[in-house]
RNA sequence: GCGCCCGUAGCUCAGUUGGAUAGAGCGUCUGGCUACGAACCAGAAGGUCGGGUGUUCGAAUCACUCCGGGCGCACCA
């Protein structure tokens, strides 16, 4: 609603100073640094400080003559040294809100693909991909809450080096057979995630031990690519249940997907030979003969950046001089199909459903059935990559753009994140042994090679565990059954909160202590104040009767007369923000901002709780109108928890 | 060596694209529960925004430089 008095009070004053002053700039309205300067300011006579060169506060003056009865607005005031700070007529604003509907939505231009998650299935999860998939996962939200048609996929790397090491480890290493695999698998007494989490560290371990055995990746590597045999069956088995219990790691978070696009099939439907003859046309690669790289297609280094390799080489090699490529290929073949580039499309077939029977798609290499849904074809692609990888991600754009597609290279967006680390502190909670010179940094780099880390569901688990206890505390004739949810509920919040507070570039330097909080800037925060709201509403009723319809009984005079008190007023032109935050966020590329958004709104609200107690309120009117500000505020803070994947639990 | 990121209160971090007196949470100290549940609220102390130079009406924000830390720079993914 803000946004919508926001374009339209812009709108409005660059058409007055178009006709008053002959003056065609654009307007932009910011927040003013205090709430008592107004509601919103006007920094335009900064602006034209400079090309008329005279004094900002003696333009802003002038300005603000002319502006006289602009709807919504009851006063302009010049501050500073040039600010014009609107004041809105904080009854009307009301009554706009009264009748609001859903916020107009901006038109959806094309799909968006949102790629994240991209877990290597050979281990169970740890705190670094949920990092990424609760990054990926609110960003989709934020799209669809702001009316964009989004794909959501989770690229599946089945047949790379790291499914290679577990078939590795169970095969060479523990001789197991293809049915002890299996039985493995199926065993509900073992955790077969964490069973490779750890056979995973001993191969890995192997190999530094003994050199020798590195041949065995090789000959399991080459029996996964031809798909046929032992190996490769192993390597089937190991990579679907991996998936499976990512997905159902996730699905714990409140995070689903659309599609899984496998790299089998790029490599079965020759999703690669595509994109190489295209490549080779377009001159976007060539054969080299000399050097280093001699036998190799490689991408010039001029096609993507200004790097140097440390031995003064730095093309990238695209095909191997055994005739194999690298993953980088693969991932411009793939980045050529999801805007519909490539010439050629998977089949797919049906993985699962979601209990709301949300169905999840997996890439086939054969027909499955009639009338697949349409993936891919997106008009902007968000890749979810940790920042360790943007070099590459560089390569892969540099691919499009060298193929001339540079409106597509300009939609590639590589959403990159830094990495989740661990607290020292929280090492040592794990017996992780410590060198001198981890002890002295700030945070340690987990590893899945070898196996140092915090797994996602051991985390989500202790959350549970925590926040159990906190409830059984609070309520101890509760039903059992609901308090086991209610604290699911908050540990999703407490964990989804804790990795969207920080913006994308920080590192995190995971810390048990901090994770488990459940005060100040934190999710439970977040979820006891809608909480709070909710058993206003519900007392409310208890004590005198249904609410009555807002809209006939708040008159715009009343809600002047109620709105004179500052704090209140606050209150409902900050809960009225939710969808610029949201906007905002997207355009930033920054769910932190919607994350902060939500703590600012529940902490302005915990604010209005203790000071305006709303059934105790003896003057009918008034509590009317507190009723309804409760509600209001309520509902927008539910939906800007909507969008970061939290719930509100019925009790805390 | 080259590229990218970071440096803001004791700690962990924000800072709306260059604007008004730099903000939160945690921690410390003080005060507030017979309840719309204190997983809360109010208040206090705490900063030369790593250092320097520059750009201009105006810089935590932009440029240059130095210092300190992190991550990349494979015929691995």
Known sequence: MFQEIEERLASTIQRELASRFQLDLKVSLEQPKQSSFGDLAIPVAFQLARELKRSPRQIAGEISNVLVDIPGVSSF???????????????????????????????????????????????????????????????????????????????????????????????????????????????????????????????????KEHPGSLDWRAQTLHEIEAGTGELAEIGHLVADAIVALHLKTMYRLGIEYDVLPRESEILHLKFWAAAFELLKQREAIYFETQGKNAGCWVMPSTAFRNATGEDGDDSKVIVRSNGTVTYVGKDIAYQLWKFGLLGKDFYYRPWSAYPDSHEIWVTADVP????????????????????????????????????????????????????????PRTCVDLGIELSEEDRRRAYVEVSGRKGLGVKADDLIDKLIETALGEVIDRHPDADPEERKKVARQIAVGALRYFMLKFTRNSVIA????????????????????????????RK?????????????????????????????????????????????????????????????????????????????EENAERRIFLLWLTTYVRDQLLRTLNVLGIEQPPYM
């Open 368 to 423: 499955f059935v009639d009338k697949p849904p349409q993936f891919g074809r997106a008009s902007h692609v968000f890749n979810v990559i940790d920042s360790r990888q943007s070099y590459l991600q560089d390569v892969v754009v540099a691919g499009l753009r060298a193929l001339g597609f540079d409106e597509q290279a300009d939609a590639s967006i590589h959403f990159s994140y830094e990495m989740v680390a661990l607290s």
């Open 510 to 537: 995971f810390d048990f202590h901090e994770a488990l909080s459940f005060e100040g800037e934190t999710g439970p925060y977040v979820q006891y104040t809608a909480v709070r709201a909710a058993n206003i509403l």
């Open 77 to 207: 005031e010049i501050a500073g040294n040039g600010y014009i700070n609107v004041r809105l007529k904080r009854g009307g604003y009301a009554r706009s809100l009264l009748f609001a509907g859903p916020s107009k939505t901006a038109a959806s231009s094309g799909k968006t693909i949102v790629e994240h998650t991209n877990i290597n299935p050979n281990k169970a999860a740890h705190i670094g991909h949920l990092r990424n998939a609760v990054l990926g996962d609110t960003f989709a939200r934020m799209l669809r809450q702001r009316g964009r048609t989004v794909e959501v996929q989770n690229y599946i790397d089945n047949t790379g080096v790291q499914v290679a090491d577990v078939v590795v480890g169970f095969h060479f290493l523990e001789q197991k057979s293809v049915a002890e695999v299996r039985e493995l698998i199926s065993n509900p007494a073992l955790r077969f995630d964490y069973l490779c989490w750890d056979l995973y560290a001993r191969v890995s371990n192997h190999y």
């Open 540 to 616: 409310y009723q208890e004590r005198w009767n249904a609410p009555p319809a807002f809209d006939q009984v708040l008159s715009e005079e009343l809600l002047n007369r109620c709105l004179e008190n500052e704090g209140l007023w606050q209150l409902l032109l900050l809960a009225s923000k939710a969808d610029s935050a949201i906007e905002r966020a997207i355009s930033s590329g920054e769910p932190a901002h919607v994350a902060k958004y939500a703590f600012q709104l529940a902490q302005a609200f915990n604010n209005f709780y203790h000071e305006h107690p709303v059934i105790a």
